[in-house]
C-alpha cells in the first residue's frame, strides 16, 4: 500500500470516528483545541490535511488523537488490529504478496468478513488431495 493509501484509509476512518463522537461539525481550530488538551500540538490547517488525506498524524501524535476519539490508536492509525503474519512465511513472500497483506490489515471488519467468506469458498473448491491429478 502505497502512502496515498494510507493517508486515505486513515482520513476515512478520522472522520467516521469524529462522526461516531458527534464531533464531526467541529472547526479545526476547535479540534486543535481539544488536541492540545491530550497533548497534541498541531495547528488547524494539519488538522484539514488530516481531513483531507494530504497527511497523517504523526506516531506520538496518534495517541492523543485516538483519546480524544475514544478509541485504540492501532484501530485508528492501522483500522484494526494488526495481522500478524509468521515470520518465516512473511519473509518468504514476494513484494506482491507483501502488498496484499498490507492492504487486508487495513480493511473494515465488514470488509474483512466478506474475504473470510471469499477464501472459505475457494478453499472449499480445492477438495482434492494436493499433487494428485484427476482424470479427464
Not at 71 to 98: C, N, T, V, W
Request: hydrophobic share 40%.
Amino acid at each position: 500500500m502505497d502512502k496515498q493509501q494510507r493517508r486515505e484509509a486513515f482520513a476515512k476512518r478520522f472522520i467516521a470516528a469524529l462522526e461516531r463522537e458527534q464531533k464531526a461539525e467541529l472547526s479545526d481550530g476547535e479540534l486543535v483545541k481539544r488536541l492540545a488538551r491530550h497533548g497534541v500540538s498541531v495547528t488547524p490547517a494539519t488538522v484539514g490535511n488530516w481531513r483531507n488525506a494530504k497527511h497523517m498524524p504523526k506516531l506520538e501524535q496518534m495517541e492523543g488523537v485516538a483519546r480524544l476519539l475514544n478509541m485504540d490508536p492501532g484501530a485508528l492509525a492501522f483500522g484494526g488490529p494488526r495481522i500478524s503474519e509468521p515470520p518465516k512465511l512473511y519473509a518468504a513472500a514476494d513484494s506482491q504478496a507483501h502488498a496484499l497483506i498490507e492492504r487486508i490489515a487495513l480493511l473494515d471488519a465488514k470488509e474483512r468478513a466478506v474475504l473470510t467468506d471469499l477464501v472459505a469458498l475457494l478453499e472449499s473448491r480445492r477438495v482434492r488431495a494436493p499433487g494428485k491429478r484427476r482424470k479427464t
